[in-house]
């Protein structure tokens, strides 16, 4: 796949939202809208239940909110780049990328979500020409990314299976999805890393599909990865840490660590009256940059 990330005018105009400094190779972000997006804890905003454009969202198992994803799409490119999401579910990174006028590629074994990906772009972006600039593969991310050329992707993020936790039926996904029977759990292929049993195989197996999501991003760039820490019985998994070294050893530094709080989750009764588990409201964004 040829490079179609395309160069704009480093000259932008002085406005309300501050003045942009033409030296500004990462993103299109004056000096007063980059500031705020360094903190390093976000509120997740989500759509809300009654919003007309989450009947497609709710469809997967574990989406995560376009919202989010195109703040981090504004802060790491260029109107014009290409993102590359390697786990595109239910298209949030497509629809971000094409409601910020960015080219989008996403990768995404279910079939069943191949589609419901391409309905969502059609049906809830209203600008057409961004439309035409998302493209999502039906595939292996592990065989579809070699396919693709090496330093021609400007952003990857993605959020990948949290091991094979949607295997787990606690009193969330029972209330949530079982009761009005949603999928509970990414597929039934016996090659997706969600349904790898052993947790230390499925960390060397998301770490072989960002080593080559790694080769395809340009030198400095950045990748963001949406990630959760979780509990395997009794024992809480740091799944963000353990990632991290991992993908340390890659020559993708960590940059910064933000934690998305999830202040709109409901609360359930773990481990009452007996001992302590936790509810987990928040997700972490590892944040990387390439240095080959």
């Known amino acids: 796949m040829k490079d179609i990330s395309v160069n704009k005018a480093e000259e932008k105009p002085e406005t309300t939202k501050g003045k942009y400094d033409p030296r500004n190779k990462l993103n299109d972000l004056t000096s007063t809208e980059w500031i705020p997006e360094t903190i390093s804890v976000w ?7 009654k919003h007309p454009d989450i009947k497609i ?8 909110s376009f919202t989010d994803v195109a703040r ?11 993102v590359l999401d390697p786990f595109a579910g239910i298209g949030s990174t497509l ?28 049906t809830e972006v209203t600008e057409e020409s961004n439309i035409d600039d998302q493209v999502v593969i039906q595939g292996d991310s592990r065989d579809v ?36 029977g949603l999928d509970t759990k990414y597929s039934d292929s016996d090659i997706d890393i969600g349904n790898i049993d052993d947790y230390e195989t499925f960390l060397d197996e998301l770490t072989i599909i960002l080593a080559k999501c790694r080769r395809v991003l340009k030198p400095k760039k950045y990748m963001a990865v949406v990630v959760s820490d979780f509990r395997d019985k009794s024992n809480y998994i740091m799944f963000h840490a353990d990632l991290a070294r991992k993908l340390g050893t890659l ?3 960590m940059r910064g660590l933000k934690v998305l709080y999830q202040r709109h989750k409901r609360i359930f009764p773990y481990g009452y009256p007996y001992a302590y588990v936790p509810n987990i409201h928040n997700q972490y964004i590892l944040i990387l940059q390439n240095v080959k």
Do not use: M
């Open 43 to 49: 509120n997740q905003r989500g759509l809300g239940a």
């Open 57 to 64: 969202e709710k469809q997967h198992p574990a989406p995560f």
């Open 72 to 82: 981090l799409i504004r802060f790491f490119t260029k109107k014009g780049n290409t």
């Open 95 to 122: 629809k971000a990328c094409a409601t910020e006028g960015r080219k989008g590629v996403g990768i995404e074994l279910n079939q069943k979500y191949v589609e419901l990906t391409e309905k969502r772009i059609k």
């Open 145 to 180: 990314i070699d396919t693709l050329d090496e330093n021609s992707i400007d952003f990857v993020v993605t959020s990948p299976p949290y091991w094979n936790i949607l295997h787990k039926k606690d009193h969330k996904a029972k209330q949530e999805r079982v009761d009005h």
């Open 251 to 253: 020559s993708l530094e």
